[in-house]
């Protein structure tokens, strides 16, 4: 008995196993069902807010309406833009006719003109007056001026003025197209500056090219001790526009059109052009025009100094500029003259004139180029720590000076 019991309790215990083995089965499969179910739940859940915020929604492609490109037509031209419609074109367009070849020679037996050198020149009034460099035609008698069209004029000498390289030659023509003039005292470096001459006379229509306002007020030296044509010129542009030998005369313009210099020099070194021109302000050259037809002849101002340039010790221990020292009072033979006349001594400093604060000897000089012998001006020293104004009319600058 003992034995049929312990073979019931096996059996039993077998049954209890494969029922448990049987219940994790079905908790099993409930709880895979559970997460089935959790899963779609979820999935529906998102695929609703999904559809409410449109993402299901088809995108509308828009296309755009078709373009026509049309050419509207006239019966004198096509209406379109202009390929060469830039700013130094149109500059161009208006001033090479007013830029002139200007060729200096003489005449053979038989009254034939044979050029021998030249420039360029800029015509500054309808009635044939035009300007040009002191240096193209000094020394010469026989002048020819030649338009962009090619026609040819005989040209009249009316003047020239070495101290300023400024030259006037006057032609007998009418109704001419004057250069507009333009203020060289509102230039501002960097401003747009456009050269317009006759390189190497290499034929009646000029050359065009374009730069930059390099610097203002500068001196030069040019021409040749030697040979007597040596001159310092004062006040001058400096550009960056190229200027070759033949465009000496030529227009120095701003971005209007109008002229701001005649071109007179450029720098050269042992390797050849530094890329420097040089012009005379149109201001100075216009005053200067005015003188050689009203007078002939510039009667150019004459202070009576041998002055140095004066330093001063800034607070930081920096050297400035800050005047003009005299060192002398000077005049031929030894007279006195201008500023000595009016009591200024050696030792004094310049500092002013009429008003205007002058810190370099270059810039004394300039200002006293736009005066003319017999003008009033207005001149502050400093004397010993004591400021003093003398106020006198500038004498006549001698020739021998």
């Given at each position: 008995m003992d034995e049929n019991y312990s073979q019931q309790e096996l059996f039993e215990q077998e049954q209890y196993i494969s029922d448990l083995i049987e219940k994790k089965t079905v908790k099993k499969k409930s709880s895979i069902n559970v997460v089935m179910a959790s899963g779609i739940l979820s999935s529906i859940l998102v695929l609703s807010f999904l559809y409410l915020f449109g993402i299901f929604d088809e995108e509308e492609i828009v296309l755009p309406d078709p373009v026509t490109i049309t050419?509207?037509?006239?019966?004198?031209?096509?209406?379109?833009?202009?390929?060469?419609?830039?700013?130094?074109?149109?500059?161009?367009?208006?001033?090479?006719?007013?830029?002139?070849?200007?060729?200096?020679?003489?005449?053979?037996?038989?009254?034939?003109?044979?050029?021998?050198?030249?420039?360029?020149?800029?015509?500054?009034?309808?009635?044939?007056?035009?300007?040009?460099?002191?240096?193209?035609?000094?020394?010469?008698?026989?002048?020819?001026?030649?338009?962009?069209?090619?026609?040819?004029?005989?040209?009249?000498?009316?003047?020239?003025?070495?101290?300023?390289?400024?030259?006037?030659?006057?032609?007998?023509?009418?109704?001419?197209?004057?250069?507009?003039?333009?203020?060289?005292?509102?230039?501002?470096?960097?401003?747009?500056?456009?050269?317009?001459?006759?390189?190497?006379?290499?034929?009646?229509?000029?050359?065009?090219?374009?730069?930059?306002?390099?610097?203002?007020?500068?001196?030069?030296?040019?021409?040749?001790?030697?040979?007597?044509?040596?001159?310092?010129?004062?006040?001058?542009?400096?550009?960056?526009?190229?200027?070759?030998?033949?465009?000496?005369?030529?227009?120095?313009?701003?971005?209007?059109?109008?002229?701001?210099?005649i071109t007179t020099a450029i720098a050269t070194a042992d390797v050849g052009a530094e890329g420097l021109g040089f012009a005379v302000p149109i201001n100075l050259a216009l005053s200067i025009a005015d003188d050689l037809i009203k007078e002939g002849q510039v009667f150019h101002a004459f202070l009576g100094i041998l002055g140095s340039q004066h330093f001063e010790t800034a607070a930081d221990g920096a050297r400035v500029f800050s005047g003009v020292y005299i060192q002398e009072l000077y005049g031929p033979t030894n007279d006195m003259f201008a500023i000595g006349k009016a009591g200024a001594l050696p030792g004094d400093i310049i500092k002013k004139v009429n008003g205007e604060t002058v810190k370099t000897l270059d810039g004394l000089i300039t200002e006293l180029r736009k005066k003319r012998a017999g003008d009033s001006i207005e001149i502050e020293i400093l004397r010993n720590e004591q400021y003093i104004i003398l106020d006198f009319e500038l004498d006549l600058r001698p020739s021998d000076v």
């Open positions: 050419e509207t037509i006239t019966e004198k031209e096509l209406v379109m833009p202009r390929v060469d419609s830039t700013e130094i074109v149109s500059i161009a367009e208006l001033a090479t006719k007013t830029i002139v070849q200007v060729q200096v020679g003489i005449l053979n037996e038989d009254g034939d003109f044979l050029p021998n050198g030249g420039g360029s020149g800029v015509v500054i009034s309808n009635d044939g007056l035009i300007m040009t460099n002191h240096h193209v035609i000094d020394e010469s008698n026989e002048v020819r001026v030649i338009f962009e069209d090619g026609r040819m004029y005989e040209s009249q000498i009316i003047g020239s003025d070495k101290l300023t390289d400024v030259g006037l030659l006057k032609i007998n023509a009418a109704n001419l197209f004057p250069i507009s003039i333009g203020n060289s005292d509102i230039l501002s470096v960097g401003d747009l500056a456009v050269a317009i001459g006759h390189p190497l006379t290499l034929g009646a229509a000029p050359t065009v090219t374009s730069g930059v306002v390099s610097a203002l007020a500068r001196r030069l030296d040019v021409g040749s001790e030697t040979m007597g044509s040596g001159v310092t010129l004062f006040g001058l542009i400096q550009t960056d526009a190229p200027i070759t030998r033949g465009s000496s005369g030529g227009a120095l313009i701003n971005n209007n059109g109008e002229l701001i210099g």
